[in-house]
């Protein structure tokens, strides 16, 4: 920021250009030596938006070169929460059922947290062979001790992302707003290397396809353990789009899930799969946002159960195997925007996992499933700056039945850069 001041100061021209999409910062105050009106690059911007509510547009700073064709936009936002949990707490910075309290701690307690503030880099560029071409990286205070984690690392052209994103089986556009950083216990969200290909056609159709690092989340023990991955997740997705903010979208993945049986000093193999159909609508002020997904040995795709190890598990009736479990979750929201700047949203989720082979009852206390209710109301006091709170209430439910709750209500202030 302090190099950024200077070289404000020795530009021979910074223009400032107000207005601007919605959930823009403005104004964007652009710099460059030859160019005096607002550069054609800046829409590239917005244009290769993910449409992910978290993911900042464009920046408020952006560099241009002398032929307004390439713009490098430094941004992103400063987020403070006070979260105070009641009734049950949820052992987390972020809302996860998976992790209330199931006894022995205290029924309340306080914390703050700044770590989800942003700070990213975007390069846009315009290439009469490669299209908007986007590079992009962008990162939080989310690593062990408060460092820097990164979030995102890719490079966008044409019909293809190469490079750490979020993955290709989610839908990041119909993810329902909320406070809490997480989101919904039952929604698909995950971020991996990847290398993906997209199409659009003319009539509102588009596709793609994508191969993505696997990362397998299992359970093991002495006699079977995850061994080491040899092939990638493929996704594969339809989208049928009728309007803005309007669309439907069905997608599939498969996984290959390897293993090591220590008995009989074997590899073996499982091969995993996901269905999921999502849609975002749009009824005037009112949106409408949904998901539904299931499968075999995709655990680790849920929010709520990412950590819990159930993408594959020992398995009670054979010590030399391991079981997929099949899991579920879904969520549906509502948003309704009252103004330009005041909003508000309520979610209902729910994720679980189902007892396989005996499972459910070699571990009577292993997460069975989980439920999350969510109600924010956000204002915008400025294009820069929002504020909001929220009501959180969660259940986990183990597989002996046991049932244990906790609510959380949030404070947030953002500024964004």
């Known amino acids: 920021m302090f190099l950024l001041a200077g070289f404000l100061m020795l530009s021979l021209s910074a223009r400032a250009q107000s207005g601007g999409q919605s959930g823009e910062p403005a104004p964007i105050i652009y710099i460059t030596e030859n160019v005096y009106e607002q550069p054609d690059i800046i829409a590239v911007f917005n244009n290769t938006h993910t449409g992910y509510f978290r993911d900042p547009r464009a920046p408020r700073f952006i560099f241009v070169d002398q032929k307004g064709q390439w713009g490098l936009g430094v941004g992103g936002y400063v987020q403070t929460?006070?979260?105070?949990?009641?009734?049950?707490?949820?052992?987390?910075?972020?809302?996860?059922?998976?992790?209330?309290?199931?006894?022995?701690?205290?029924?309340?307690r306080y914390q703050m947290d700044a770590t989800t503030s942003l700070l990213f880099l975007k390069l846009v560029g315009r290439s009469s062979w490669l299209g908007d071409f986007t590079v992009y990286t962008a990162g939080t205070w989310r690593g062990s001790g408060n460092t820097f984690k990164l979030h995102n690392a890719y490079m966008q052209f044409k019909y293809a992302t190469?490079?750490?994103?979020?993955?290709?089986?989610?839908?990041?556009?119909?993810?329902?707003?909320?406070?809490?950083?997480?989101?919904?216990?039952?929604?698909?969200?995950?971020?991996?290397?990847?290398?993906a290909f997209n199409y659009g056609f003319d009539w509102g159709l588009s596709m793609g396809v994508a191969f993505e690092a696997p990362d397998v989340k299992g359970t093991s023990n002495e006699f079977v353990t995850?061994?080491?991955?040899?092939?990638?997740?493929?996704?594969?997705?339809?989208?049928?789009?009728?309007?803005?903010?309007?669309?439907?979208?069905?997608?599939?993945?498969?996984?290959?899930?390897?293993y090591d049986d220590h008995v009989n000093n074997k590899n073996r193999q499982k091969l995993a799969w996901g269905a999921q159909a999502t849609t975002l609508m749009t009824f005037g002020n009112l949106q409408l946002r949904g998901q539904y997904c299931l499968g075999e040995g995709i655990g680790s795709l849920f929010n709520d159960i990412s950590n819990v190890g159930v993408d594959i598990v020992p398995n009670p009736n054979n010590l030399s195997h391991m079981t997929m479990l099949l899991t579920d979750g879904w969520y549906a929201g509502l948003q309704y925007n009252f103004t330009s700047r005041l909003f508000a949203s309520a979610t209902y989720s729910q994720c679980s996992v189902h007892s396989k082979q005996?499972?459910?009852?070699?571990?009577?206390?292993?997460?069975?499933?989980?439920?999350?209710?969510?109600?924010?109301?956000?204002?915008?006091?400025?294009?820069?700056?929002?504020?909001?709170?929220?009501?959180?209430?969660?259940?986990?439910?183990?597989f002996e039945s046991d049932t244990n709750n906790a609510n959380r209500v949030n404070l947030s202030a953002q500024f964004n850069f």
């Open 81 to 108: 929460k006070a979260e105070y949990d009641f009734g049950g707490i949820v052992d987390n910075l972020d809302f996860l059922p998976s992790y209330i309290s199931t006894g022995g701690q205290a029924s309340s």
């Open 162 to 195: 190469i490079g750490y994103n979020t993955g290709n089986f989610m839908d990041v556009a119909a993810v329902p707003f909320t406070l809490d950083y997480a989101g919904p216990c039952g929604m698909v969200f995950y971020r991996t290397v990847q290398a």
């Open 226 to 258: 995850v061994g080491k991955q040899r092939m990638p997740n493929i996704p594969i997705y339809f989208r049928y789009s009728w309007a803005d903010n309007n669309h439907v979208r069905v997608s599939g993945i498969l996984r290959d899930l390897s």
């Open 358 to 398: 005996g499972y459910g009852s070699a571990n009577p206390d292993n997460y069975k499933r989980g439920q999350y209710v969510v109600a924010n109301v956000c204002y915008n006091l400025t294009s820069s700056i929002q504020i909001g709170a929220e009501y959180l209430h969660g259940w986990r439910t183990d």
